[in-house]
């Protein structure tokens, strides 16, 4: 972030899309930005005062020089007009949280994608907007991981316990859902290579449909395919994932 919005013009403008909106607040209490703008999708009063609190109580926000403006509205209700500019904004930022999708990271990372092209088309970003992260890839693997089986797929019985009533109740568990967890915290083995499924940047007018095929490279008993979403800044830097498994 501070790379980034050292290359921007003085009294640039940023919006932040994400709710809470930590980066907004780390760009005007640390950085210096003179004119931010963060979005708090929630229509909770609770939980727009907290985000209020936060740059208020926690950021001494807004300061004198600094505009710092919390706006409670939903991504698709942004317009030059309801921000209150003229211009597209300088740079776009989002640690791509939301509280409805919180824990689904490929879904996060979606409906930021959707929001960049969304704001482009709207005027509220433009080609010259630095957008924050720029770039993301999905990327999957198929694992093994006796751990996860024994505790996630059907079983009648459970450390000697009796779970047949909540396997029917549960219609076969979470063989069909997602999980959210992470890799370190259980032994698994790689029955493929990691593929990348998605690359593109953020805005961009791509097909974000993808079907593929994934030799298996090792023996093992097929448990999961393990997704995560890879996010990079715009000069490649702090790539961080965020991963996720299905049964």
């Known amino acids: 972030l501070q790379e980034s919005f050292e290359k921007l013009p003085a009294g640039c403008t940023m919006l932040d899309v994400s709710d809470f909106g930590w980066c907004a607040c780390l760009a005007a209490s640390s950085l210096g930005a003179k004119h931010v703008l963060c979005?708090?999708?929630?229509?909770h009063p609770d939980l727009t005062k907290a985000a209020a609190l936060v740059a208020q109580m926690g950021?001494?926000?807004?300061?004198?020089g600094c505009h710092f403006e919390v706006l409670q509205c939903?991504?698709?209700?942004?317009?030059l007009a309801t921000i209150g500019l003229t211009k597209p904004v300088d740079m776009l930022i989002s640690d791509t949280y939301n509280r409805v999708l919180e824990g689904w990271h490929i879904q996060e990372a979606f409906l930021f994608h959707t929001a960049c092209s969304l704001l482009q088309q709207r005027g509220v970003i433009s080609s010259t907007s630095v957008i924050l992260p720029t770039?993301?890839?999905v990327c999957v693997?198929?694992?093994?991981?006796?751990q996860l089986a024994n505790a996630y797929t059907s079983k009648d019985t459970v450390a000697g316990f009796n779970h047949t009533h909540i396997v029917e109740q549960a219609g076969g568990g979470f063989c069909s859902n997602d999980l959210c967890i992470q890799h370190i915290e259980y032994d698994h083995k790689s029955l493929t290579a990691e593929c990348t499924v998605l690359d593109t940047n953020f805005g961009?007018?791509?097909?974000?449909?993808?079907?593929?095929?994934?030799?298996?490279?090792?023996?093992g008993t097929f448990h999961a395919v393990s997704y995560w979403v890879t996010y990079n800044s715009i000069e490649g830097l702090c790539p961080s994932e965020r991963r996720y498994l299905r049964f």
Do not use: G, H, K, Y
């Not at 950021?59 to 004198?64: A, C």
């Open 74 to 79: 939903s991504i698709d209700a942004l317009s």
């Open 141 to 146: 693997m198929a694992i093994e991981c006796n």
């Open 204 to 219: 961009d007018e791509t097909d974000l449909s993808a079907e593929i095929t994934l030799p298996v490279t090792a023996e």
């Open 59 to 64: 950021n001494s926000l807004p300061r004198e």
């Open 39 to 43: 979005v708090e999708s929630s229509f």
């Open 135 to 137: 770039s993301w890839q």
